[in-house]
């Protein structure tokens, strides 16, 4: 199922279709492409295309693998990063996943649907930022009271401490002796 996912995805003509736009629009190719430039390209998309098996049978590392391939062979197309970038996310590498939804979007500016992605992310990081240094900070506000509490308990004698503490100080008081009478 995943395989079949994954070729129909790669296979179909809108994904060709984007990338070979992608190629001529960036200039990396003319419109007749030589035998070498069509070899490559179809290497990648066989990257591709394991690297989305992977993906959809969850096999994520794996498909990280398939994709950093897919970006050496054609570092100038922003769908192999906006895949990565994809993984990255799947496995919570958020931070690589910005980077390589960056890059997708450095080659490809008109990217709408990417940029809105990206933009509503780091608004979601920086709202869980504040939540997170919000409780840091209640936390240490309620370790501070805590710590003043035991102190003052500690300053505070109870009064059956204070009756010890009295008794204490008076001179021991002598036992009687009691003298036996012989008979």
């Given at each position: 199922?995943?395989?079949?996912?994954?070729?129909?995805?790669?296979?179909?003509?809108?994904?060709?279709?984007?990338?070979?736009?992608?190629?001529?629009?960036?200039?990396?190719?003319?419109?007749?492409?030589?035998?070498?430039?069509?070899?490559?390209?179809?290497?990648?998309?066989?990257?591709?295309?394991?690297?989305?098996?992977?993906?959809?049978?969850?096999?994520?590392?794996?498909?990280?693998?398939?994709?950093?391939?897919?970006?050496?062979?054609?570092?100038?197309?922003?769908?192999?990063?906006?895949?990565?970038?994809?993984?990255?996310?799947?496995?919570?590498?958020?931070?690589?996943?910005l980077k390589a939804w960056r890059q997708a979007l450095s080659l490809d500016p008109k990217n709408i649907k990417l940029r809105k992605y990206v933009r509503n992310l780091i608004s979601s990081i920086n709202d869980e930022k504040e939540k997170i240094e919000k409780a840091e900070q209640e936390e240490a506000e309620v370790d501070q009271l805590t710590k003043e509490k035991i102190d003052k308990t500690q300053d505070i004698s109870s009064p059956t401490d204070n009756a010890v503490k009295e008794v204490s100080k008076k001179e021991p008081v002598k036992r009687p002796e009691i003298k036996q009478e012989q008979p």
């Open positions: 199922e995943a395989k079949e996912k994954a070729i129909m995805e790669v296979n179909s003509l809108a994904f060709l279709e984007q990338l070979e736009d992608a190629y001529i629009k960036n200039k990396l190719i003319a419109k007749e492409m030589d035998n070498d430039t069509k070899s490559m390209i179809k290497g990648a998309v066989l990257h591709m295309q394991k690297g989305l098996e992977l993906y959809y049978q969850d096999r994520y590392e794996d498909a990280l693998e398939e994709y950093e391939i897919v970006i050496s062979m054609l570092p100038n197309i922003p769908e192999g990063y906006i895949r990565l970038g994809s993984i990255h996310y799947k496995l919570d590498n958020i931070i690589d996943a």
